[in-house]
């Protein structure tokens, strides 16, 4: 049983350029959450996606907006981007439930 | 803002001895979950907590949800090296809500 996945593992990007992360919830999960790490930092929520809506967003500009699709893979793009935008990037998924299981991460450097 | 406080930053430990890392908030939460995450992986679920008061095991973990619902504790028995890692706490206020996190405690063993 695959748990979550998230690719690429690694991006770097100029300022203002735009990026997409892509993520696949563990299987039979429905929901997907995307999450900002900064170092040193615990995971800052961003957004959430249940059948294909954002259903909770956090404290985030809308330079960054995000998509689920019918299998229930999610992507999160980030416009315009900026150097405080490197951080390590979390996808978790759950199935209306607490708990909530991520993904590796994908670290992305602005320069 | 919620906040959760996690401290120390960091705890040095000799292999063998147990340890016990606390979280508190001044806000009232429904759920306390503990995460553990090691160097360039995603944080990854050891024990939920649902009720106040409640005790809940997981191998050598221990953890206990408070009674106010504003703390819980985590405790490791019989430290191991690979117990080395990122300790961090997280609430939720429903189901399928945004996972709030601490800022994480970071535990080294010495052999």
Redesign the interface.
Known sequence: DAG?TQSPTHLIKTRGQQVTLRCSPKSGHD?V?W?QQAL??????IF?Y?EEEE??R??FPDRFSGHQFPNYSSELNVNALLLGDSALY?C?S?L??????????TRLTVT | GQQLNQSPQSMFIQEGEDVSMNCTSSSIFNTWLWYKQDPGEGPVLLIALYKAGELTSNGRLTAQFGITRKDSFLNISASIPSDVGIYFCAVATGANSKLTFGKGITLSVRP
Do not use: D
Request: net charge negative.
């Open positions: 979550v929901t959450s999450y040193g930092q615990g995971p800052q929520f959430q249940y259903r909770q956090g404290n979390l978790a759950s209306e439930q607490y708990e909530q299981y991520f993904g590796p991460g």
